[in-house]
T-cell receptor
Framework: DAGITQSPRHKVTETGTPVTLRCHQT?????MYWYRQDPGHGLRLIHY???????DKGEVSDGYSVSRSKTEDFLLTLESATSSQTSVYFC???????????FGPGTRLTVT | TQLLEQSPQFLSIQEGENLTVYCNSS?????LQWYRQEPGEGPVLLVT?????EVKKLKRLTFQFGDARKDSSLHITAAQPGDTGLYLC???????????FGKGTKLSVKP
């Protein structure tokens, strides 16, 4: 258990509304990641962070922004949600071994 | 762009059968991980392979990393219903060591 929680676990929202998902870790890991998982696409990296206020884009970053104001929290924001952003979102942290990531339980987001 | 092709996409077998899942790429990876994911949960790491030709065993699961570090396989002996789940391979590469995931193999083991 890498001490990762995600909130909310489920959310239904309407097209055009802003949405923020939160990832919280308790073990002071430097690297944190946001992925989305969709049928037929597997896990795709949205954004990642390598320290407080240090973030970078991943493979599918359009329509998403992130913030990391303290080590333990990594926020993912959809400024104006669209139906194509309906997905399951996973947060992950990098462990001591730089190649290993540990995942949170996920947030299921539905945009109607 | 690095890609990982995972096959088969779906696998439905009877308890006691053996199976192999493949993960292939044209790119070289620093390491390769295998994860297992159950419905409603996040992926959980099973193993990491780092050296070309490396073989690791985890009870009935055998993982192999190709000599050229471009491919990997997962072999399950005498599958059990508890092995049911989504199996994901992930390769580590690039300057930040980010992971590239295959699309997964959904395994169903029927009693």
């Amino acid at each position: 258990d890498a001490g990762i929680t995600q909130s909310p676990r489920h959310k239904v929202t309407e097209t055009g509304t802003p949405v923020t998902l939160r990832c919280h870790q308790t073990e002071n890991h430097r690297y944190m990641y946001w992925y989305r998982q969709d049928p037929g696409h597997g896990l795709r990296l949205i954004h990642y962070s390598y320290g407080v206020k240090d973030t970078d884009k991943g493979e599918v970053s359009d329509g998403y922004s992130v913030s990391r104001s303290k080590t333990e929290d990594f926020l993912l924001t959809l400024e104006s949600a669209t139906s194509s952003q309906t997905s399951v979102y996973f947060c992950a942290i990098r462990g001591q071994d730089q190649f290993i990531q540990y995942f949170g339980p996920g947030t299921r987001l539905t945009v109607t | 762009t690095q890609l990982l092709e995972q096959s088969p996409q779906f696998l439905s077998i009877q308890e006691g059968e053996n199976l192999t899942v493949y993960c292939n790429s044209s790119s070289v990876f620093s390491s390769l991980q295998w994860y297992r994911q159950e419905p409603g949960e996040g992926p959980v790491l099973l193993v990491t392979v780092v050296t070309g030709g490396e073989v690791k065993k985890l009870k009935r699961l055998t993982f192999q990393f190709g000599d050229a570090r471009k491919d990997s396989s997962l072999h399950i002996t005498a599958a059990q219903p508890g092995d049911t789940g989504l199996y994901l391979c992930a390769g580590a590469g690039g300057s930040q060591g980010n992971l590239i995931f295959g699309k997964g193999t959904k395994l169903s083991v029927k009693p």
